[in-house]
């Protein structure tokens, strides 16, 4: 499903920087991304580069100490940047919801399901509590919770991991969000219940015509559910583009590792070994120049020690942040493939 209508979220030059006692730790080093109305991006790397900081800093969910700025970071049209906290957090869980990684621990043991889909609607919406009862009522049955009348009596701790998810799916869009980030909303639940909740996030952007941003490790998840895609690694994006560019031509070298994980249908053959990257992500605490993947790029060269790659673009779309040719680079890596 592609956008319309122009951009709902514009990133340009974002930096999260968090103060440690062994120096400033960049968690995110200058990204630049955009979403469009009704569309799905999906943030995917390995742990560890940036995403999840990623998500909190456009919240504005980042810890105390964090540091965050950008040349623009506009919402609506609004700018994010000038916003007090008060301000923020009208339209934090109201235009702009989180579907957090563990609901568990996103959920508050103390309270019945049920009045914590309430308190968002109460915070941003003049509404009474049997309208509230009722848009949960409706939104539990929505996102496929059975007996949803009993479950809003119920503590989390009564719930199983996948209808805990769930919850925290219809507590996102109980003001009828425009944009939703889901921050790897699957990691914690088994395969089956993965592809569930996967092919229900789907339906519900487009009944709800919301924008998403999916954070995950998963190519294969961007694969199955997103418009577009970011590949994030050490706090930067190397790779951007329309999903079906960056499956048919990765450029990056840690693009490509990633995609020779995943196994091919009718390809990989039965106990086959599967591709891996070795070593494993750089620090990212204290002066940081050169390109960060060149210790596990097997086509490093001198130069990827000494000089920041900037992101080209091959296409209005489609961009990688190398100095390698990118001509050479897929020429091989098709070859390879065949």
């Known amino acids: 499903m592609s956008g319309v209508g122009g951009h709902l979220l514009e990133v340009e030059n974002l930096y999260v920087d968090i103060p440690i006692p062994a120096g400033d730790l960049h968690a995110v080093r200058g990204i630049d991304f955009m979403v469009e109305k009704g569309e799905t991006l999906g943030l995917v790397g390995e742990s560890g580069c940036g995403k999840s900081m990623t998500a909190l800093a ?29 301000e923020m957090a009208d339209i934090r869980g109201n235009r702009m919801s989180m579907i957090f990684q563990e609901p568990m621990t996103s959920l508050n043991p103390s309270y019945t399901i049920g009045n914590q889909l ?13 309208e509230a009862r009722e848009r949960a009522l409706f939104l539990l049955e929505k996102v496929g919770i059975s007996a949803a009348e009993s479950r809003l009596g119920q503590y989390p701790h009564q719930l199983s991991g996948g209808i805990r998810q769930r919850v925290m799916m219809a507590m996102a869009l109980m003001c009828d969000p425009e944009l939703i980030i889901a921050d790897e909303p699957t990691t914690a639940l088994d395969v089956t219940i993965q592809a569930q909740i996967l092919h229900l996030l789907r339906d519900l952007q487009r009944e709800f015509q919301m924008a998403m941003i999916l954070i995950t490790h998963d190519l294969g998840i961007v694969a199955r559910v997103t418009d577009r895609v970011a590949v994030m690694y050490a706090g930067q994006i190397v790779e951007t583009g329309m999903v079906r560019d960056v499956f048919n031509r990765p450029l990056h070298p840690y693009t ?26 750089p620090t990212p605490v204290g002066h940081m120049i050169g390109c960060s993947f060149r210790n596990r790029c097997a086509q490093a060269f001198e130069t990827c020690g000494s000089q920041d790659p900037e992101m080209r673009l091959i296409s209005a779309s489609h961009g990688f942040r190398c100095l390698l040719d990118p001509e050479k680079l897929f020429r091989k890596d098709h070859a390879r493939n065949q």
């Open 58 to 86: 456009l919240m504005n969910l980042l810890p105390k100490t964090a540091r965050r700025k950008a040349a623009r970071l506009f919402f609506a049209g609004k700018d994010l940047n000038g916003l007090q906290e008060r």
């Open 118 to 130: 309430a308190e968002a609607l109460f915070r941003h919406r003049r509404v009474s509590r049997s």
């Open 256 to 281: 490509r590792g990633l995609l020779d994980c995943i196994p091919i249908p009718k390809k990989t053959k039965p106990g086959e070994f599967l591709g891996s990257i070795p070593g494993m992500v």
